[in-house]
């Protein structure tokens, strides 16, 4: 049974950073495609960052730059490292693996639907 959970939301100020992990079991995410969503009160969920089992990582432009999704594979855990934290980074944030994907420099994030496996999220409040 493939379980993933997130932990590490929190409320902070604008500006600060938080680091999410999403600890796997049943699978191992070195082998998978793994995604990290976020979806705010009356909003899409929206695709942040991937990492396929290859290590290309392709990030959302809206999150470039500010956001680092890496693999700890000791561990099989999902990381996300964040930034420069806005109030617009407000939300439940997912992370989510598929065992079918490939990603490469300038393809587009894979949409939530080509993920099979999720977890049950974590809050992260941003303000101002």
């Known amino acids: 049974q493939v379980q993933l959970m997130e932990s590490g939301g929190d409320s902070v100020q604008a500006g600060g950073s938080l680091k999410l992990s999403c600890a796997a079991s049943?699978?191992?995410?070195?082998?998978?495609?793994m995604g990290w969503f976020r979806q705010a009160p009356g909003k899409e969920r929206e695709g942040l960052a991937a990492i396929d089992s290859g290590g290309t990582i392709i990030y959302a432009a809206s999150v470039k730059d500010r956001f680092t999704i890496s693999h700890d594979n000791a561990n099989n855990n999902l990381s996300l490292e964040m930034n420069s934290l806005k109030p617009e980074d407000s939300a439940m944030y997912y992370c989510?693996?598929?065992?079918?994907?490939?990603?490469?420099?300038?393809?587009?994030?894979?949409?939530?639907?080509?993920?099979?496996?999720w977890g049950q999220g974590t809050q992260v409040t941003v303000s101002s």
């Open positions: 049943g699978i191992a995410i070195s082998t998978y495609c």
């Open positions: 989510a693996a598929t065992g079918v994907c490939r990603l490469w420099a300038g393809s587009p994030l894979p949409s939530r639907y080509e993920y099979n496996y």
